[in-house]
């Protein structure tokens, strides 16, 4: 990401590239960046920003400069390149399993601050025994699930037990618990009623780590769309969340930001309007991805900011079908839109280059 | 694609690999190329394979060596990789709009016979420019709308007088049409019915070619879910399929294969059991695809050869759940699992390797 691509010139103005495109409003990135710093800073929270949705080591490195602890990333091919951030702590929130990564994660460990988050004794000791081999130490998180029923045991003996066998581990270090409150969703009413059975939830897990005489330095949760209601949650002293950073039409209709606050789009040309009512851009489903939007039963793939009534219905890989009829103004071949994505985590996978751009010139790449 | 990785030996075993890997079972995929080529040189097709599957020069000289007339692409971007297949023909078959990729187009233009397939004459000026610029001739493919509503003018007048305009162009000639039947899916009742009036409407328009004394040497259809039927299709002349090469789960439900000549999984770790009855592999939308299952009301992201009863029922990105409370047997984390893609095309654009097996063996990369 943020490679220089063959087709760019720094003096670059953005109506010179090529569609498709991946913009970032590097104004609309540094406000979302220094909101969130803001607010973890007031709240006392330390930050350990997600990479996975920019998986770039210069915005890793304004995530840093804003006052993040760390940086925290899903898989080893991350780590990798996100130690290129120089990251003091790196959180890999994800259960690393199989001796070649674990290899290849034990060659970043003497680089930063390691933890790796985890949720069975398999994993851990995989991970001691890779740690033993690289003589290195590790932290461990231990992985709680709080709703989403993904990873994570269960609240309750089996998570203290679970934190104590971790420990006795050689070359294994529990720093804390971790959780992904992926199941809170919006910021209406639902939201307020899940955030206060995940803050009594948290209490209870803490009251048991008491009870067992267990110190957990760190108490790690937070996602993006409940991300300003984290310090409701009591107990939660990190954050981690990934999406902020450049937002999308998920974080909208959660209600976690606003359209102005996206900053991601992609940029992509109008190449035909054979069929009356529609016209079809040189995007799809390899270019936005499939990701629908959430909490809305209409199948959509993306807003155009051009024409925010108009319709994008369907996709195959590079075609995007776009409704026009309820659209205000007129389209035509060659004219391009910007589209805010369903997913921004995805689609930036999806493109081999990122283009930062203020005030129509392409600044970074 | 099938690039070097940097964890791959020669002599490499599957088992060896790191996942999410996305493999080809390459006695698979050869018979699949075998029986296509055989089916196109006995009902007379030319057969001209779009590339967007696999994106593999190597795979790509395969389909030209089993007796493929040329290749075709779906960008400029393809058709620079593709060129190093030495494909004597190589069709891009979308309407490439800007300047810019014109410009690369007729770079490529020099090293084979190209041809480009578009539905308005606007598309068609920027391309006679772009040609006039480079000294090179382009054939032209006016592409015609049979059903689908994507691209493609409506048959009739319209289709007539866009290929006139198109012949008097300078540096253009005209070869013929194009049209993609994506709107036939199933090889049942509904697909014959619909294969009928698609025979019976190109019959139609090449009456009306033939009344305006216009030759069309090529007649260009076909996809992968109807492919054993295009000739069937009455004046189709060439088919263009792209995923029979590998085939996937939506190819199987289409009837157009069965789960036998599927060539490509995507070879999965179980990295928590956490949760009852689930079990969470590292793979989710950044190594499937969000792709939904075709012609099925159940969301499922694709089929576990080991336990074709488990449902692969959701995803985030890095996350696959997989429903096994119906599976026949048991899984434990660390356990490797081979799931056939939904979608295989998009499938591969998300990898950075593709491993050709055989016989348990890696043996091309």
Same mark, same amino acid.
């Given at each position: 990401?943020?490679?220089?691509?063959?087709?760019?010139?720094?003096?670059?103005?953005v109506?010179?590239?090529e569609?498709?495109?991946?913009?970032?409003?590097?104004?609309?990135?540094?406000?979302?960046?220094?909101?969130?710093?803001a607010?973890?800073?007031?709240?006392?929270?330390?930050?350990?920003?997600?990479?996975?949705t920019? +998986?770039?080591?210069?915005?890793?490195?304004?995530?840093?400069?804003?006052?993040?602890?760390?940086?925290?990333?899903?898989?080893?091919?991350?780590?990798?390149?996100?130690?290129?951030?120089?990251?003091?702590?790196?959180l890999?929130?994800?259960?690393?399993?199989?001796?070649?990564?674990?290899?290849?994660?034990?060659?970043?460990?003497?680089?930063?601050?390691?933890?790796?988050a985890?949720?069975?004794?398999?994993?851990?000791?995989?991970?001691?025994?890779?740690?033993?081999?690289?003589?290195?130490?590790?932290?461990?998180?231990?992985?709680?699930?709080?709703?989403?029923?993904?990873?994570?045991?269960?609240?309750?003996?089996?998570l203290?037990?679970?934190?104590?066998?971790?420990?006795?581990?050689?070359?294994?270090?529990?720093?804390?618990?971790?959780f992904?409150?992926?199941?809170? +969703?919006?910021?209406?009413?639902?939201?307020e009623?899940?955030?206060?059975?995940?803050s009594?939830?948290v209490?209870?897990?803490?009251?048991?780590?008491?009870?067992?005489?267990?110190?957990?330095?760190?108490?790690?949760?937070?996602?993006?769309?409940?991300?300003?209601?984290?310090?409701? /949650?009591?107990?939660?002293?990190?954050?981690r969340?990934?999406?902020?950073?450049?937002?999308?039409?998920?974080?909208?209709?959660?209600?976690?930001?606003?359209?102005?606050d996206?900053?991601?789009?992609?940029?992509?040309? /109008?190449?035909?309007t054979?069929?009356?009512?529609?016209?079809?851009?040189?995007?799809?489903? +390899?270019?936005?991805?499939?990701?629908?939007?959430?909490?809305?039963?209409?199948?959509?793939?993306?807003r155009?900011?051009?024409?925010?009534?108009?319709?994008?219905?369907?996709?195959?890989?590079?075609?995007?079908?776009?409704?026009?009829?309820?659209a205000?103004?007129?389209?035509?071949?060659?004219?391009?839109?910007? /589209?805010?994505?369903?997913?921004v985590?995805?689609?930036?996978?999806?493109?081999?280059?990122?283009?930062?751009?203020?005030?129509?010139?392409?600044?970074?790449?």
């Amino acid at each position: 990401m943020w490679r220089t691509s063959h087709y760019y010139r720094r003096d670059m103005l953005v109506s010179e590239l090529e569609t498709p495109a991946l913009l970032i409003d590097l104004n609309v990135m540094e406000a979302n960046l220094s909101r969130v710093a803001a607010y973890a800073r007031n709240h006392d929270l330390r930050l350990r920003p997600h990479t996975k949705t920019h +998986k770039s080591t210069a915005v890793g490195k304004l995530q840093l400069a804003s006052g993040a602890a760390g940086l925290t990333v899903a898989k080893v091919g991350e780590a990798e390149v996100m130690i290129g951030a120089q990251p003091p702590e790196l959180l890999v929130a994800y259960p690393v399993i199989g001796r070649s990564k674990l290899d290849r994660l034990m060659e970043v460990a003497p680089k930063t601050k390691l933890t790796v988050a985890l949720d069975n004794l398999f994993c851990a000791q995989q991970l001691a025994e890779a740690a033993r081999r690289a003589r290195v130490d590790v932290g461990v998180l231990a992985e709680v699930d709080v709703g989403l029923g993904r990873v994570g045991v269960q609240p309750g003996e089996q998570l203290v037990q679970l934190a104590i066998s971790i420990d006795r581990l050689p070359r294994l270090k529990l720093e804390g618990i971790a959780f992904y409150p992926g199941h809170i +969703k919006s910021n209406d009413e639902q939201g307020e009623r899940d955030l206060k059975s995940l803050s009594a939830l948290v209490q209870s897990i803490l009251a048991d780590f008491k009870r067992a005489g267990i110190e957990l330095k760190i108490v790690s949760g937070g996602s993006t769309p409940a991300l300003f209601h984290s310090h409701e /949650v009591e107990g939660v002293n990190e954050i981690r969340p990934g999406t902020y950073i450049y937002n999308d039409m998920n974080t909208v209709m959660s209600g976690g930001c606003g359209l102005e606050d996206c900053a991601a789009s992609i940029m992509a040309t /109008v190449v035909s309007t054979a069929k009356t009512g529609q016209m079809i851009i040189d995007g799809g489903s +390899k270019t936005f991805s499939s990701d629908r939007l959430n909490l809305s039963s209409e199948v959509t793939f993306g807003r155009l900011k051009e024409a925010p009534e108009a319709q994008f219905t369907k996709m195959n890989e590079e075609h995007g079908y776009v409704d026009i009829r309820r659209a205000q103004r007129e389209f035509q071949i060659g004219d391009r839109v910007n /589209v805010i994505p369903n997913h921004v985590c995805v689609a930036v996978n999806l493109h081999e280059n990122v283009y930062g751009v203020r005030n129509g010139e392409v600044e970074q790449v």
